[in-house]
């Protein structure tokens, strides 16, 4: 038996993406992505359509109240998130561009969600600390410099319920993990976080390929 696995297309990926809930009613996604991409090459950091669609329908499942994410940009992600928290929830956000999260913020109002969220600006291994005196949160999606995610993760994952969710995105990094390409920083530190997640007895972990990689954390 062979492999099972569809090979996406471009035609196949725009199937996708148009099969899914307010595919062709979402204004304020819509926008912030037009307005991100028009930054040229810098917005390759913006998570796909299905990546912020799949947050919404797994936040909302799980009936998540207090969220964080690490690694905001312009804010897609974070309004996805948002979005499906209760009135009470709470997603706070770490980054460290006042620049992007500015972006961020003007879609946040937009989106109705601005008093969900909080932002700390600050390099992420010194603002997740914070986690430390405050409530368990219940899910975390990783989504900024690849050399930082298993620090991040070790803060957040003491932080995190029960049954709690982490997501850290790109964890295929274009492919390049099963080529001679693996000789950067950050795509070694990718592979070894996988590695390390497939083996760690705290938590269980799937590593699934929607757009470039997610890899989806429980913690036991």
Known sequence: MGSKFTKMTDALYDYVVAHRSGANDDLVLDDLREETERLGSISRM??????????????????????????????????CIARALPADGKLICHDVS????????????RADVAGKIELRLGPAVETLRCLANEPEIDFAFIDANKDGYDSYYELILPRLKQNGIIIFDNMLWGGRLVTE??????????DQ????LAGDERVEAVLIPVADGLNIVRKK
């Open 46 to 79: 913006l998570v796909s359509r299905e990546q912020g669609s799949l947050l919404t329908l797994l936040v909302s499942a799980l009936g998540v109240k207090r969220a964080v994410e690490v690694g905001t940009f312009t804010g897609y992600s974070s309004v």
């Open 98 to 109: 006042t620049e992007w999260t500015a972006r961020a913020r003007h879609y946040w109002e």
């Open 181 to 190: 390409e693996k000789n950067t920083v950050e795509s070694i530190a990718v």
């Open 193 to 196: 976080l996988n590695r390390k």
